[in-house]
Every structure is written in C-alpha cells, then in structure tokens.
C-alpha cells in the first residue's frame, strides 16, 4: 500500500497480480483497524497485574498515569469489549432505613443550662480491654458538664442504660423539668427505659438520625475519658479497669478544672449557695 503515492494502481496490479476487487477490500479493512488497540492492551496489563480485582474506575487512574486520557464510560465500554471484569463481588448497597422517631430534637444543640437537672444527655461507647469489648454508659448534666452516673456492661443491652438512669436519679433530689436527650438508639427506644422516664416525668429528646453533632457533648467526653484515662493506661483486667475508671470519674467530677477555671462540683455548689 505503501507504494501506492509513487505508481499507478493498474501497475501496481499488474505487477502484484492483484485483482481490483481484492485491493479495495484490503483498504477497507485495514480503515477498520481498532484505534483501541493499544489502550486494550494496556487494559489487559493492568487488569492482570491487579490479579484481576481492578474494574473500570481503578483501571482508568492506572490508564491515565500510562497517559491515556479516556473517561470512565469508554474504558468501561473496552473492557465489556474484551470480556473482563472484577472479580471482586459487587457490595451490595443498603438503604439505611429509618428507626422509629418515638420524640422530637428538643435539645436542638442548646448545650447550656440555667440550672443544675434541667438537661441531661446520654450515650454508650465501646472501649477494649485487652481483647474484651466493654460498654460504658454515661449520663451527664450540662449546666455543669458533671457525669451523673455511668454503667459498665459486656452486653451493650437495655440493662445498663436503664442502670446508669437508675444511678441518675437516685442522686437527684428534684428531677422537676428534666429533659434527657440521646441518639435514636434502640436502647433509648426500649419500653423499660421509656417507663422508667415516664413514672420520673422526665422529658425525652432524640439526635435527628444519623447526626452525632446534635449529641457533640457526649462524643466529647467521651473522647476526653479515652485520652486522658484509657489510653494513657495499662489494664490488668477489666476488674482493674472498672476500678481505675471510678477513680476517675471521681477526679473528673470533683477536681478537674474546666476552661472556667472551676470543676463540675464547684460549678454546681456555686449555683445552691
């Protein structure tokens, strides 16, 4: 073919022995030829190299550093081509169906209180102990960041929550306007804990789902307690834990100074002077 731009066609036949049919359907084959070759075989490489996990989108960050400049849809389009797949199961995706919304927001972030047992919140975190999983169950007040009460279960269940509200109230004189507010937890939505708020006429308030900022003091203290005590410490047992923790607690209620200058307990008996 290459001779074709320095002879005529009919010498070129003549000489070749060449029918004028057969050179016109060797020019439209070779019109043919796949202008994806190479990427197809750089295609193939990658997906080889990658034990055969990579599908399309990975395949196209690796197309590109080698320089092709394809998007997502034609590399997707190459590999349907050559047969090729990940091998990797696709996840499946799940839509996070809503949990029953027994109350209303009505905390809604005002992290302040005017006085002592008007808002409290709630939460449960997981802490390891040596290759044990505990759960710990906080209740705090936020007029003076005082933990109320806490429970610690290997079971995170309705018993420790309905414990640490037990706690809570037992130490409490005048629950009178009380609100506690938590997460939409199932725990929170179970019939005892609810009983347990209804014969108290404490209020109920919910985090909207999803939201943890709507409950952003409890994951503070919770990430104070855990760099400050569990962390920085060796544990023995759980039952080495549990005792440390509520030596703890007790540091933390009664002697650790806060941005105000004072602890929880002084805050507290400032305000019943």
């Known amino acids: 073919m290459a ?20 050179y016109y ?61 990940s091998i990797i199961r696709i996840k499946r995706r799940y839509k996070r169906g809503k949990l029953s919304c027994i109350c209303e927001n009505k905390l809604n972030r005002e992290f302040t209180s005017d006085r002592p047992c008007l808002k409290w919140v709630t939460d449960v975190t997981e802490i390891k102990i040596n290759n044990e999983k505990l759960n710990l169950s906080v209740i705090m007040d936020l007029y003076n960041r005082e933990v109320k009460a806490y429970s610690i279960s290997k079971y995170n269940n309705e018993d420790m929550v309905i414990d640490s509200l037990k706690q809570a109230i037992d130490k409490t004189k005048d629950l009178t306007g009380l609100m506690i507010h938590s997460d ?27 939201n943890c900022y709507d409950n952003a003091v409890m994951e503070s203290i919770f990430a ?33 100074i806060k941005a105000n200058g004072l602890t929880p307990l002084q805050e507290k008996e400032i305000y019943l002077v």
């Open 224 to 256: 104070t307690l855990k760099c400050e005590f569990v962390y920085i410490n060796k544990f023995e047992n759980t039952e080495q834990f549990k005792y440390e923790l509520e030596k703890y607690i007790d540091f933390y209620n009664n002697y650790r």
């Open 3 to 22: 001779l074709r731009q320095y002879y005529k066609l009919d010498t070129l036949l003549l000489v070749s022995n060449m029918k004028r049919s057969t």
């Open 25 to 85: 359907y060797n020019i439209k084959s070779l019109s043919k030829i796949d202008k994806y070759a190479s990427a197809k075989t750089a295609i193939l490489e990658i997906y080889e190299k990658s034990n055969n996990t990579y599908g399309y989108p990975r395949i196209s960050k690796a197309l590109e550093k080698l320089g092709y400049t394809y998007d997502r849809k034609t590399v997707y389009k190459l590999m349907k081509e050559l047969k090729i797949s």
């Open 184 to 210: 939409q937890g199932i725990l929170y939505q179970a019939n005892q804990f609810r009983k347990l708020l209804k014969e108290n006429n404490i209020e109920q308030s919910m985090s909207r789902r999803g």
